[in-house]
């Protein structure tokens, strides 16, 4: 027994202790500590003249332990406390929330009056020296990807000191992409000396090809002539070429670019367009109002997000089945109440969605005022994925991209393998004949009226996290949406699919040409004249459903 409590107190109370305790700044030793309190101290009342020289010193003193106090310092968020001059980070979150945290462990703080807080100042040359700063650190002591990171960091800001320590850093260097990207750094400085010719060879060899905005400017530079014009013939071609190469790698990245916006800008148009397909394919309605839906569905997320505002991150799954009930709903009792009235007379069908749009577009004014609500983003949404320098892929955008694949391939599930799904090709094909083998055709209108609208208020969802949330989000899309079904083919999901990529590509790769209004113009007569040729759309219906 004895034993037992003296293997509790030796190591597990000690273990339970380090993992309560917040992590501290690893200081080297207690004077380095005593001066670094002494510096922290100085930095609350340093004028600018003083700051570089003083975050110089703080650098050396803390080493990476300060990198969280610099960087909130460089991001305009380090406060301090009048009386007692203790630091803090000061951040607003959404909704005006105001949090206080502490500058090494970020651990939030209580009893803190954030009104009184006062802010260390900041100009702009205290934040290129707070850049290099932090650079620096991560160069020696950060990990792989930021050892990267800082080196590009450099690339602008090729000093005398900078060049000392990237090659300091070069000689002990394992990581092959952060030794390229610090060789690529050395070599411009190569270009800007009067270095000998081979190694200027050599410097342009290293920077052929590379997409590095710096490099890409280092070399214009030199070639345009109006700037420092490269008198060596040998090495002006050697520089000549490596513009080529990296020009003609922009261009196709560029290219890549346009066609991911295309395909994000189809993605909408699927979701937008696939619930409009699905009851313009059965019902021959022309539904005016399922722009509406889209908006319900928008609206919907907004609301769930004032509902959980702790809970931002989770907020999205809560409002996609939300959203896919509410606009569900709704539209199930359009159809229940007003259209299932109007069989057959598709004219004065579009007149009455028309007129319940603008009902739904006016409740909306009266509930929510008519000014645009902002939808935050999840975390796990925002940001980009930086491929290159040249390309990058933002993450709502590819999510979407995503999500709207899947909900396509579960609304094709449904449609072959389900009951439901049988019954709607049986009413589009043949209304009567399914009428009197006893399906329900008034019920199968209600649901697939109810599903199309529910798609779209999941599209909603989706476009809230793209744009604004406004009343006339809806009509933005609904003419697009039935220049996409119209296009791929009434009622079919796989010309809906190509049709709406079709056209989100057509309509990005235009824009750069002819603008963003003429590029909508462009295509919508192409489809007028399309029609003329293939008034059935891409992919025809066949069978009894053509009569």
């Not at 569905?297 to 609301?303: E, F, I, K």
Request: aromatic share 8%; proline share 4%.
């Amino acid at each position: 027994m004895r034993t037992l409590l003296l293997l509790i107190c030796c190591f597990v109370l000690p273990m339970a202790a380090a993992q309560q305790a917040p992590e501290k700044p690893q200081i080297t030793s207690d004077s380095n500590q005593a001066e670094l309190s002494s510096l922290l101290l100085e930095l609350t009342q340093a004028n600018f003249r003083r700051m570089p020289e003083l975050v110089t010193e703080i650098e050396q003193a803390g080493g990476r332990a300060v990198l969280p106090l610099l960087t909130a310092l460089q991001d305009g968020e380090l406060y301090y406390q009048p009386d007692t001059r203790e630091l803090v980070v000061r951040q607003e979150s959404g909704g005006g929330r105001v949090t206080v945290s502490d500058v090494f462990t970020g651990n939030t703080l209580d009893g803190f009056d954030t009104a009184a807080l006062e802010r260390v100042p900041i100009n702009n040359r205290l934040r290129a020296v707070l850049q290099a700063t932090i650079a620096r650190i991560l160069l020696f002591q950060g990990t792989d990807a930021e050892r990267e990171q800082a080196a590009r960091t450099m690339l602008s800001d090729l000093d005398e000191d900078n060049l000392v320590v990237l090659n300091e850093a070069i000689a002990n260097e394992q990581v092959a992409a952060v030794a390229d990207m610090i060789n690529v750094a050395l070599a411009m400085n190569v270009l800007v000396t009067d270095a000998p010719q081979a190694e200027r060879l050599a410097a342009v060899a290293t920077l052929h090809g590379n997409l590095q905005g710096p490099v890409r400017n280092l070399l214009r530079s030199f070639l345009d002539e109006l700037g420092r014009n490269e008198q060596d013939p040998e090495v002006r071609a050697a520089m000549v070429s490596a513009m080529a190469s990296i020009e003609r790698k922009v261009r196709f990245y560029e290219l890549m670019e346009q066609a991911f916006y295309g395909l994000s800008l189809g993605s909408v148009l699927l979701l937008a367009a696939i619930g409009l397909a699905v009851t313009f394919g059965v019902m021959g309605v022309i539904n005016m109002a399922h722009g509406e839906m889209l908006m319900l569905g928008a609206y919907t997320t907004y609301v769930v997000q004032i509902l959980m505002p702790e809970f931002i991150n989770y907020s999205l799954w809560v409002a996609i089945p939300a959203a896919f009930m509410v606009s569900g709903l709704v539209g199930m009792f359009i159809q229940r109440f007003v259209i299932r009235y109007l069989n057959g007379r598709p004219l004065e069908t579009l007149l009455a969605t028309f007129g319940i749009s603008l009902i739904l577009q006016q409740a909306v004014r009266t509930i929510f005022s008519p000014l645009n609500r902002r939808v935050v983003s999840p975390d796990w949404m925002s940001g980009a994925w930086d491929i290159n320098p040249v390309l990058s892929l933002t993450n709502n955008r590819l999510f979407i991209l995503l999500f709207s694949i899947i909900v396509f391939v579960i609304l094709l599930w449904i449609l072959r393998k389900t009951s439901l799904g049988l019954q709607v090709r049986a009413v589009s094909q043949n209304r009567d004949m399914a009428k009197a083998m006893g399906i329900r055709t008034d019920w199968v209108d209600a649901m697939t009226f109810g599903l199309g609208s529910g798609i779209a208020g999941i599209a909603g969802v989706a476009l809230s996290q793209l744009t604004n949330v406004g009343p006339n989000l809806g009509q933005d899309y609904i003419i697009d949406s039935f220049m996409v079904v119209v296009f791929g083919g009434v009622g079919n999901l796989w010309g809906t699919l190509v049709g709406a990529f079709s056209l989100g590509l057509a309509n990005k790769f235009m824009e750069p040409m002819t603008g963003a209004v003429l590029a909508k113009i462009i295509t919508l007569v192409f489809i007028i004249l399309f029609i003329q040729v293939r008034p059935k759309g891409l992919f025809p219906q066949k069978g009894r459903a053509v009569e």
